[in-house]
């Protein structure tokens, strides 16, 4: 088979955005085109539109980025006007206009579906909206009818039955009927994402799906080829927490917390100002001794609190309340982080920093690191979003990943069948 030479760019829809952790990747390859992102929250909206601008050197970068609610599929295709919440625009029908969709990423929220969501969650996520919003991703496809689509999802995905049936039976159901092959088991989907270089044990499900009508008989060749050739040859060497934020400048307690511009401060400032969002929050004198009597205990080898239960009694003991799971992690050096939440944005007891004498939990640049954003990558706005929206990403050095095993079939298969 000959491989096709690609001489114009791939066109691309970027769903359920967020700050852009999928398009960093696909801008960074550098044979895509991101026609439009869409995201309901502002301050991701707000994030990603400055990257586009300042980085990627989009210059309708307001336009690109749509701040909108996916499931009012038809204002989302025809514009809208005046919305309380949203504003105006034009609408993807004419960002897209007459260009050829030719990929659409995206992964719905996985809180619904994630094993933690439904622990928290009183009746298991069972009556959360966001189990269904793959129909919304379904009719994005479906309008535009792109070569290809990456849905990028959590494991929890795979025991999600909100209403009795497997979620999974009626996303590859829904995406077999609207004319796309996917994989036939999507626990053979499952990615290893710390096997790709990024810095975190974090597994996700990752869905290719292929337009039977453009490509015919050759689907289930590219589905074999994707995932049994291509993504494992991109594998790489594991990255440790110490090759990930080992480099970033210390900040020590303080004495006595120190105010600045109306808010409180327990850890000294790095003098490197080059170096954006790596300032801590603030910790009381408490959680600083906690902090540090579990860094040096993991430091000097004891191990007193290695176990859950030791950790669940200290936490009773410290604060006087319960938790059915333990709420302190301290991150190792020469390992892989534990995964890099959204709810680090509630709190970051279970990311606390190694070294015993900064004593404290990481700061937003090193949760950006360890979900491997670059360095230049300035997340504006408040502290807790960007957190969050940190902790929702698709880490971009996997996304990279992805762009570049995408280009390999497209390479070899064409955008025309």
């Known amino acids: 088979m000959k491989d096709y030479t690609i001489t114009n760019k791939i066109n691309t829809i970027d769903l359920f955005a967020g700050c852009g952790g999928l398009l960093e990747g696909f801008e960074k390859e550098g ?20 990257r586009l601008a300042s980085k990627w050197g989009y210059k309708d970068a307001e336009q690109v980025v749509m701040r909108f609610d996916i499931q009012k599929t038809n204002e989302l295709f025809t514009g809208y006007k005046d919305d309380e919440e949203y504003g105006s625009h034009k609408g993807l029908d004419q960002l897209v206009g007459d260009k050829k969709v030719n990929v659409i ?34 009719k994005v496809v479906q309008r535009y009818k792109p070569n290809f689509f990456i849905f990028e999802n959590v494991q929890g995905m795979l025991s999600a039955a909100p209403d ?12 077999e009927n609207a004319g796309y092959k996917v994989i036939s088991d999507f626990r053979s989907a499952i990615l290893d994402l710390s096997e ?20 015919e008989h050759k689907a289930d060749c590219i589905i074999n080829e994707f ?10 060497k594991k990255t440790t927490v110490m090759e990930s934020i080992g480099s970033l400048p210390k900040l020590y307690p303080l004495e006595e917390p120190i105010s600045k511009v109306g808010k409180k401060y327990s850890h000294s400032f790095a003098q490197d100002e080059t170096i954006t969002n790596h300032i801590p929050r603030f910790h009381n004198k408490r959680d600083i001794s906690i ?6 205990d993991i430091e000097l080898g004891k191990n007193v609190y290695s176990s859950t239960e030791e950790l669940k009694k200290l936490y009773r003991e410290m604060t006087g309340r319960n938790s059915n799971v333990h709420k302190y992690y301290v991150l190792r050096w020469n390992e892989q982080s534990n995964t890099i939440p959204a709810h680090l944005y509630k ?11 900064q004593a404290r939990s990481i700061t937003v640049r090193e949760a950006a690191r360890l979900q491997s954003f670059d360095d230049d990558y300035e997340f504006i706005g408040g502290m807790m979003h960007q957190f969050k929206m940190i902790g929702n990403a698709v880490p971009p050095k996997f996304s990279l990943v992805l762009a570049k095993a ?3 079939v497209i390479t070899k298969y064409g955008l025309g069948g």
């Open 196 to 215: 790709y270089g990024v810095p975190q044990n974090r597994k996700r499900i990752i869905i290719l799906g292929i337009n039977k009508e453009i490509y």
């Open 406 to 408: 995408l280009k390999e």
């Open 227 to 236: 995932y049994d050739a291509i993504l494992p040859k991109l594998k790489c």
């Open 347 to 357: 709190d970051g007891l279970r990311h606390i920093h190694p070294d015993p004498i």
């Open 105 to 138: 990423v995206g992964g719905p929220p996985c809180q619904a579906y994630s094993l933690a969501g439904r622990i928290r969650d009183a009746n298991s996520m069972r009556d959360d909206y966001r189990n269904y919003l793959f129909e919304s991703y379904l």
């Open 291 to 296: 902090f540090k009597m579990l860094s040096e």
């Open 164 to 175: 009795g049936t497997p979620i999974v039976d009626k996303i590859r159901g829904s995406f």
């Open 31 to 50: 044979t895509y085109e991101t026609l439009a992102c869409v995201e309901w929250e502002k301050a991701p909206c707000d994030n990603l539109r400055n």
